[in-house]
């Protein structure tokens, strides 16, 4: 059985405590044990006990927390938390010297699967025009999405390498002039319940290709996390994608 700490007591915490409770293995053992939940007070995080993993689906303002946890007693970390900055994301790194750590901005496995799409558009179609555009519900606090970014990594990384760099534009206002070449639009809508909608579009003279992938529901991430879960205790300290941890291999 695996020992949890779950971090955060809003949706998906919540709804990460209940899959975990309810899974069971061939034999109808459980497979997880919650050893805390922790949400607004931090102190808790301080005083929980040892677990083989903690789950963070909550906010970018924890990590320090949930960090000294990690470095506290050695658990992994399977991280879906977005909004980080840039020096959060390297503290994020850090602690693979001590713990298997595996951060993704999306855990569904359909996301995965857009994502090595975009980069194969992306290569084929070097001469196109590319826009990005998610939808969430009105309660997100975060803007773009951690799935947007990773699709404009995909996006970037595919993409020959020019002159110019390839460079986001989070969205156009005004007389801003003719689309650089070089640019890729980001464009973040928010409203109503939307679990998650993710569109890369491709423009090319007279033809465009639309990727798309809806989320129906909050359960395809979590499911996808506690699968990874299962997948990183065990595994040796070191920072580890997704694509690693669900596939065996690395991100395109």
């Not at 927390?65 to 938390?81: F, W």
């Not at 007389?175 to 423009?203: D, Y």
Request: some cysteine; hydrophobic content about 45%; overall charge negative.
């Amino acid at each position: 059985m695996i020992s949890l700490v779950i971090m955060g007591n809003g949706r998906m915490g919540t709804l990460i405590r209940e899959h975990a409770e309810a899974a069971r293995d061939a034999s109808s053992a459980e497979l997880f044990e919650i050893v805390a939940q922790v949400g607004f007070d931090l102190d808790q995080l301080t005083e929980a006990p040892a677990a083989d993993v903690i789950v963070d689906f909550s906010n970018a303002a924890v990590l320090e927390a949930v960090a000294g946890y990690v470095r506290r007693t050695g658990a992994a970390l399977v991280s879906g938390t977005t909004g980080y900055s840039a020096a959060q994301m390297e503290t994020l790194h850090a602690l693979g010297a001590q713990a298997p750590v595996l951060h993704s901005g999306n855990y569904s496995i359909g996301v995965a699967a857009l994502r090595h799409l975009v980069a194969m558009a992306a290569r084929e179609l070097p001469g196109f025009d590319v826009e990005i555009c998610e939808t969430h519900h009105n309660k997100k606090a975060d803007a773009p999405s951690g799935t947007a970014n990773m699709l404009l990594d995909a996006v970037t990384s595919a993409k020959e390498p020019t002159d110019a760099p390839w460079h986001p534009i989070f969205g156009r206002q005004g007389m801003c002039g003719a689309r650089e070449a070089t640019e890729i639009g980001m464009h973040s809508l928010r409203g109503g319940t939307v679990a998650g909608t993710h569109t890369v579009s491709f423009f090319g003279p007279s033809e465009e290709l639309t990727l798309t992938h809806r989320a129906e529901s909050r359960e395809i991430f979590v499911n996808g996390a506690l699968a990874a879960v299962q997948r990183l205790v065990g595994r040796p300290a070191g920072v580890y994608t997704f694509d690693e941890i669900m596939f065996g291999e690395s991100a395109s």
